[in-house]
């Protein structure tokens, strides 16, 4: 928690009377406190105790980084939560609301918020923290339909069998040189998988990669999976489900060159808007809880703090 500085000020006098050594500020954490008090904030303009706080974390912030790297920072970390909180209402059952959210369109407005703050991340966020394009990769999001994803995440030895065959699929579409070992997935709820790829091994450019990705479709790599999904036989017959061929559905998220300090940067800012999300979800649904209606909520806060704390250490804050 931030202190007022009167505060902090009264604790460094009396540790050095004491005889004790300050322990520097973690940069991580510092990053950390700001962009969950920037979502926090949002929404809660009236409240003067998080404005107060929010005013504490930036400061702090501010001491450690450039202006305009805070700037961005707070910038994506509210654009994310505008976009959790645009979802969630599109998300409501209301009669009332459903004819609203018809005029307002409030999950087509998430999406392209959600958009706007990728965008700052490939195009400012990543220059600023990893000027070095060697430590470039390659990341995108897409989904993978008819796959029975309740016993490819409850079977461990079939989950690793299906993300071979995604991870063959990538490297087929990511041009020659790409092997298996070039690429990293990660298995999200929804059927999304979050995919990474680096440069290949065998010689060539994170650029080259981007571009022969670029150029894939929904279509393309589906074919691409299903002849992984061949290649893997008898492994992965009960990966499938019912309702026809495994295919690429959509690709959420276009390919786009990143590097592991953003990627952790924007996974805590996407995860730590959805942590508040819920957080307010599981407060105002207290109701709920007798009947079990809240408890996804919590169970969802679980999760994103679980990412946050996870990909928090991987900002890469602590080495400047």
């Not at 990769?137 to 299906?162: C, H, R, W």
């Not at 959420?252 to 800012?269: N, W």
């Amino acid at each position: 928690q931030v202190c007022a500085p009167n505060v902090c000020a009264q604790r460094e006098r009396a540790s050095v009377m004491a005889g004790w050594l300050q322990r520097p500020a973690s940069g991580n954490d510092t990053v950390r406190r700001l962009i969950l008090m920037q979502c926090r904030s949002l929404g809660n303009d009236s409240d003067s105790t998080i404005e107060r706080d929010l005013h504490y974390a930036e400061e702090d912030a501010r001491g450690c980084l450039d202006d305009e790297l805070v700037d961005v920072l707070k910038d994506m970390a509210s654009k994310c939560m505008q976009s959790c909180d645009l979802a969630r209402y599109a998300d409501r059952k209301n009669p009332c609301v459903f004819l609203y959210n018809l005029a307002a369109m409030p999950s087509m407005r998430s999406r392209h918020t959600y958009q706007d703050a990728l965008l700052m991340k490939h195009t400012r966020l990543l220059k600023m923290v990893s000027p070095n394009q060697e430590t470039w990769t390659v990341s995108l999001i897409l989904t993978v339909l008819n796959v029975d994803y309740e016993k490819v995440m409850g079977q461990p030895s079939l989950q690793a069998a299906f993300s071979l065959a995604v991870r063959r699929a990538i490297a087929a579409a990511a041009g020659e040189g790409s092997s298996v070992e070039d690429v990293s997935v990660d298995l999200w709820a929804g059927a999304a998988i979050d995919v990474g790829i680096r440069p290949p091994r065998a010689g060539g450019r994170t650029e080259e990669v981007h571009a022969a990705l670029v150029g894939a479709t929904p279509a393309s790599l589906s074919v691409a999976l299903e002849a992984a999904f061949r290649e893997g036989g008898a492994a992965l017959s009960a990966a499938r489900g019912s309702g026809g061929p495994v295919h690429v559905g959509e690709i959420r998220q276009p390919p786009s060159l990143v590097s592991a300090r953003t990627d952790a940067i924007f996974k805590v800012c996407a995860h730590g808007a959805w942590l508040e999300q819920n957080t307010r979800d599981w407060d105002g649904s207290q109701g709920g809880t007798l009947t079990g209606a809240a408890w996804g909520y919590r169970h969802s806060m679980q999760e994103d703090l679980d990412v946050v704390n996870r990909h928090s250490e991987l900002m890469g804050f602590d080495e400047e």
